[in-house]
């Protein structure tokens, strides 16, 4: 297939192309470079298999995305292009919608324009909120009622698609999408190449892995008085290569007409406290952990029913083991202390 992924040089992105090119299919991988790194393309030019075309590019630029998916006759989208921090999108909201919600609008028009049929999105587990109790496990029917603008942009394009899907149906276009909503994503590429470099960097396991090799001093625990067993929060940590072999079997399965949604997670939460846990024994280092009031947008509980794909598609996380997780992103860490920028 020609597929087009954007966010291609950000975290999940690579790793996604990585993936795509060792299954010998063509890659367009568009970037803003807002928040992700051109070197991560370089690493992954040598013996990539399959081929690879990067473009500077925001998703905004609709006419230039345009240009490009006709000039590669790009017939798959796996759009990951996004700005993804829960914290940040709470005191910049404008700026989520504009990145997330606008780039995806301009994005789905230029598709549009040129008849792409199937795209795969990254959704997530935002879009649900504070779930009732009874619903956690979270199965892909809970009601989506985002409590963050991050959510609220990840739920605003599921809808996008969604109307699209019919106004593509009524125009006898054929068209298939799928909206992935990842729980919580961690690790690296275990060969080595790829790995999470994020500035700034927000999200616990690399937090925590950072405190770890003295990059930073210390960890903040937000929120100690949470409704969970140790009173913090409870995430559902899942390795980048599951999640993107969780999009290839996704992308394969699609057929016109189909529109579709999945949880991606491994189905078991751990709180913020076991993560710092687990990664002390990982790395056998020390440091200092504060305890400080809650972060606004996070939800006490959040954590994966994922049968749905399983039953439909066959897929499961096959690292399952909190230990080899954070292994492989600590592998990443030490080998890339400075991540890109070494
Ligand atoms: N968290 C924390 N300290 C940090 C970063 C995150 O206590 O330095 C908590 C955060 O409040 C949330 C959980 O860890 O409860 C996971 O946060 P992350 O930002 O990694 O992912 P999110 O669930 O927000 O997508």
Known sequence: MNVL??????????????????????????????????????????????????????????????????????????????????????????????????????????????????????????????????????????????????????????????????????????????????????????????????????????VVLQAALGRRDGVSVFGTDYPTPDGTCIRDYLHVEDLVDAHVRVMDALKPGDERAYNLGIGKGYSVREIISAVREVTKADFAVREQARRPGDPPRLFADASRIRMELGWSAQITDLHEIIESAWKWFRQNPKGYGA
Do not use: W
């Open 5 to 206: 992924v954007t966010g291609g040089a950000g975290y999940i992105g690579s790793h996604a192309v990585q993936r795509l090119l060792r299954d010998g299919h063509t890659v367009l991988a568009l970037d803003s470079l807002l928040r992700g790194h051109e070197k991560a393309i370089d690493r992954l030019r040598p013996g990539s298999g399959g081929r690879l075309i990067f473009a500077k590019l925001d998703v905004n630029e609709r006419a230039g995305v345009e240009r490009l998916l006709r000039e590669h006759s790009i017939d798959t989208v796996m759009h990951f292009a996004a700005l993804a921090a829960v914290g940040e999108s709470v005191d910049q909201p404008l700026f989520y919608y504009r990145n997330n919600t606008s780039g995806m609008v301009s994005l789905l028009e230029a598709c549009s324009a040129v008849g792409v049929e199937r795209l795969v999105f990254s959704s997530s587990c935002a879009t649900y909120g504070v779930p009732p109790e009874n619903m956690v496990p979270i199965p892909e029917t809970c009601p989506q009622s985002p409590i963050s603008p991050y959510g609220e942009t990840k739920l605003q394009g599921e809808r996008l698609l969604r109307d699209l899907a019919e106004g593509q149906r009524r125009a006898k276009k054929p068209f298939a999408y799928a909206a992935l909503r990842y729980f919580n994503v961690a690790g690296a590429d275990r060969t080595g190449v790829l790995g999470e470099d994020h500035d700034p960097e927000t999200h616990l396991i690399p």
